[in-house]
Structure formats: structure tokens, C-alpha cells
């Protein structure tokens, strides 16, 4: 896959070069994101990986610059990244539309698997928004660790605890514990007339729906 890096941490922009370089991609990074269309010209890359925070110091906005060459470069995956959530980035990405987006948590750019499953699928044209990212945090479901969120999102997919962990390499007596973890913090009750993880389920997806614009329920669900 023909990758072009955008990222102002040095450290993180050679690490990431180097792991993804190692697994066989052409991967060209570079500082901000003045450069994204020329490099776009010359590279055709399959994906624009960029850090929000990886804009010129003026008159730079990451968003914008990306969204650019994917207009220009139609069919080029934006996977784009950043070190808190903001929602603002996941709305704008939901409003350009169209297949091959991505917003990620910095922190999960370096869970290789992760990383390389995301990039994958955005560059086969589906779409990979992780809650977290997203802001679910300032809807209430902030008390739920990242893995407790990735395992929440699988859920409100449908999938049963044995996908899950195929889903996440751990095994099912993890997830259950997650599960369970989950049902504590969103405080989901038990009553023997009650289904947990349907009630855990709608009250996730409650939350999406109070992120703000743009943030449909059906939307907001992490790659599969």
C-alpha cells in the first residue's frame, strides 16, 4: 500500500514510517501538511494517514488540507488521528462523505495490528470512526477505558463475545470481564427482567447520538 505520512512529532512520524516500511508499505512522511498535494501528485498514495496536529503553524488547518487532496485525488482513503477527541474532525470527515475515511486516537497509532487493520480497510474503501475519537467522552462515556469502548462498539454490531475476541485478539473470558465492566460503569441494571447488553447497547448509542451534528448512530461504530 502507497502511504504518505503527515506528522509534526518526529518521533512518532519515524516510528510509524519505520513499522509500516518494515511490513512492506512505500510510506513518505514528511512534517505538516503543506506539502499533501504535491506529494499526492507524485505518489498517488492509497491513503493520507495525517495527525491533526501535524498542520503548518499558520494558516494550516490538517482537515482541510486532507480533504483537499481527496478531492482532487478521488478514491483516496483519509485516515486521520488525534491526541484527544474531537469530535469537529469526525463531523467534518462524515460531511465530506464517501467511502475510504477514518478517525483515530494518536494513542492507537501505535497498536500495529490495530493500525494495520484500520489502514486495510480504509484502503478497500470502508470507513473506520473509533468512538473514543469521536468524543463519546463528553457524552457520558468517558468512564469506559478504550477497551471497554471497542468492546461496547462491537456489541452495538451485533457481534457475539467469541467475534469479539477474534475481533480484538484476547480471549472470550477477557471480553466477558470487559462486558461486565461495562455493565458497572454505565451502571446497566440486572433485574431478571432486564437484558444487560441490550440496555448497555442503547444507552452507547444514545450517547453517539449526543456528540453533537453529523454523529448518527449508525455511523459512529468502529471498524470491523
Request: charged letters at 20%.
Amino acid at each position: 500500500m502507497r502511504l504518505v505520512l503527515a506528522e509534526s512529532s518526529p518521533v512518532l512520524r519515524t516510528g510509524l514510517a519505520h513499522v509500516l516500511g518494515d511490513l512492506g508499505h512505500q510510506v513518505t512522511a514528511v512534517r505538516d501538511t503543506g506539502a499533501l498535494a504535491a506529494l499526492a501528485d507524485t505518489h498517488r498514495p492509497d491513503v493520507l494517514l495525517v495527525g491533526t496536529a501535524a498542520a503548518p503553524v499558520r494558516d494550516g488547518d490538517a482537515v482541510r488540507d486532507a480533504l483537499a487532496v481527496r478531492r482532487s485525488r478521488p478514491g483516496t482513503g483519509v485516515l486521520l488521528y488525534s491526541r484527544t477527541p474531537e469530535p469537529e474532525v469526525t463531523d467534518a470527515l462524515l460531511e465530506a462523505g464517501g467511502p475510504g475515511l477514518g478517525h483515530q486516537l494518536e494513542a492507537h497509532m501505535t497498536e500495529v495490528d490495530r493500525l494495520v487493520a484500520v489502514l486495510t480497510w480504509i484502503g478497500a474503501g470502508r470507513t473506520a470512526f473509533d468512538p473514543a475519537a469521536a468524543g463519546t467522552a463528553a457524552a457520558g462515556l468517558g468512564v469506559l477505558s478504550h477497551r471497554e469502548s471497542e468492546v461496547v462498539a462491537l456489541m452495538a454490531q451485533g457481534r457475539t463475545n467469541t467475534a469479539i475476541a477474534v475481533r480484538l485478539c484476547i480471549s472470550e473470558g477477557t471480553v466477558e470481564k470487559r462486558i461486565a465492566a461495562v455493565f458497572a460503569k454505565l451502571e446497566v441494571p440486572g433485574g431478571s427482567g432486564d437484558n444487560r447488553r441490550v440496555l448497555a447497547v442503547l444507552r452507547y448509542l444514545d450517547a453517539l447520538d449526543r456528540t453533537g451534528p453529523g454523529a448518527g448512530r449508525r455511523e459512529l461504530v468502529a471498524a470491523a
